[in-house]
C-alpha cells in the first residue's frame, strides 16, 4: 500500500523557519519524484516544490523560490520541505505527492499518490 505521510507542520512567526517532512513507502522511492503542495482557505491548490529522486533534479514555484529548501534522503525514503523567511500567505495545508514523470514539475496533474497534509500556520 502506498503510503505518504506528512509531518513538520504548526504555528509560527512571521519570518520564521519550519521543516516539513514526507515519509514514503509502498513503491520504489528511486523511480519517483516527490512534490510539494498546498492548498490556502479559499484558493486553489498550489505547487510549491519537487524533486527527483533519482538525479535530485529540483523545481520550485516563483512564491517560495529563494526562502524554501526540498531535499530527499532516499536511503530513509523522505523528503524535506524546509522553509525559511516565512510570510502570512504562506499559511495553508501542505501535502506532499508522489509522480513517475521525471524531470519533476508543479503541476498536480503528475501526480498519482497523496498525503493526507500537514497544517502550517504563519502569524504576522
Known amino acids: 500500500e502506498v503510503q505518504l505521510v506528512e509531518s513538520g507542520g504548526g504555528l509560527v512567526q512571521a519570518g520564521g523557519s519550519l521543516r516539513l517532512s514526507c515519509a514514503a513507502s509502498?513503491?520504489?522511492?528511486?523511480?519517483?519524484?516527490i512534490g510539494w503542495f498546498r492548498r490556502a482557505p479559499g484558493k486553489e491548490r498550489e505547487g510549491v516544490s519537487c524533486?527527483?529522486?533519482?538525479?535530485?533534479?529540483?523545481d520550485y514555484a516563483d512564491s517560495v523560490k529563494g526562502r524554501f529548501t526540498i531535499s530527499s534522503d532516499n536511503a530513509k525514503n523522505a523528503v524535506y520541505l524546509q522553509m525559511n523567511s516565512l510570510k502570512p500567505e504562506d499559511t495553508a495545508v501542505y501535502y506532499c505527492?508522489?509522480?513517475?514523470?521525471?524531470?519533476?514539475?508543479?503541476?498536480?496533474?503528475?501526480?498519482?499518490?497523496w498525503g493526507q497534509g500537514t497544517q502550517v500556520t504563519v502569524s504576522s
Open positions: 524533486i527527483t529522486s533519482s538525479d535530485g533534479n529540483t
Open positions: 505527492a508522489a509522480s513517475r514523470l521525471a524531470p519533476c514539475g508543479v503541476a498536480a496533474w503528475e501526480y498519482d499518490y
Open positions: 509502498g513503491f520504489t522511492f528511486d523511480d519517483y519524484a
